[in-house]
């Protein structure tokens, strides 16, 4: 069964400095990684997708996540955070062997906090 | 923007009752989507429909649950007799096409509350 972990229930960030948001996963084959981002009262946001090719997968406002196959993981990440990232962050994964179905398998979440 | 849209943002129910979530999907999009959430648990993949069938299903969706389009624009997820246990935000996700190039725009939620 395909699952995702995402160690940290919140990450805490200066306005200016590098972020990252941690992300690993486990599938029987190859996945198809994504992050969606949750503002308050919002649904959630697509952020960026990795599917192929190169492992360094640009997105939304300035994010990028990279995937790395050994380590089994894709963290998100943003050389220079704003007060206006802090939200709830979720990395998703589909198994790309399933075939068929579109399902998503979530992690936990992330609470990004960036402070002044 | 098109946007999904969910009614009610927050929904309190007596345990027993039926509740039906309302979602109106993005209007071109064909394949629609539930997901739940627990507080503070992982976001969980309940069933996709697609022309008129259940595509796909996860342990979750017992026979308290079923799915409905009743007319072109409105996706329905029923509870019939909730329980305690069916607290939690309830997502409703559509997308343009089956396959992974087609991302699930997801909506607000709907937060049910069972007493």
């Known amino acids: 069964a395909q699952s995702v972990a995402q160690p940290e229930d919140q990450v805490n960030v200066a306005e200016g400095n590098p972020l990252t948001v941690k992300c690993t996963y486990s599938?029987?084959?190859?996945?198809?990684l994504f992050w969606y981002v949750q503002y308050p009262n919002r649904g959630l946001q697509f952020l960026l997708k990795?599917?192929?090719?190169?492992?360094l997968v640009k997105g939304s406002y300035g994010f990028e996540a990279e995937f790395n196959k050994s380590q089994t993981s894709f963290h998100l990440k943003k050389p220079s955070a704003l007060v206006s990232d802090s939200a709830l962050y979720f990395c998703a994964v589909r198994d790309r062997e399933r075939g068929g179905g579109n399902k998503l398998t979530f992690g936990t979440g992330t609470q990004l906090k960036v402070e002044l | 923007e098109p946007e999904v849209t969910q009614t009610p943002s927050h929904q309190v129910t007596q345990m027993g009752q039926e509740v039906i979530l309302r979602c109106v999907p993005i209007s071109n999009h064909l394949y629609f989507y539930w997901y739940r959430q627990i507080l503070g648990q992982k976001v969980e993949f309940l069933v996709s429909f697609y022309n008129n069938e259940i595509s796909e299903k996860s342990e979750i969706f017992d026979d308290q649950f079923s799915v409905e389009r009743p007319d072109g624009s409105n996706f329905t997820l029923k509870i019939r007799s909730t329980k305690l246990e069916d607290s939690a935000m309830y997502f409703c996700?559509?997308?343009?096409?089956?396959?992974?190039?087609?991302?699930?725009?997801f909506g607000p939620g709907t937060r049910l509350t069972v007493l």
């Open positions: 599938v029987s084959g190859n996945p198809y």
């Open positions: 996700a559509s997308s343009e096409g089956l396959g992974v190039y087609n991302e699930q725009f």
């Open positions: 990795y599917i192929t090719g190169d492992n």
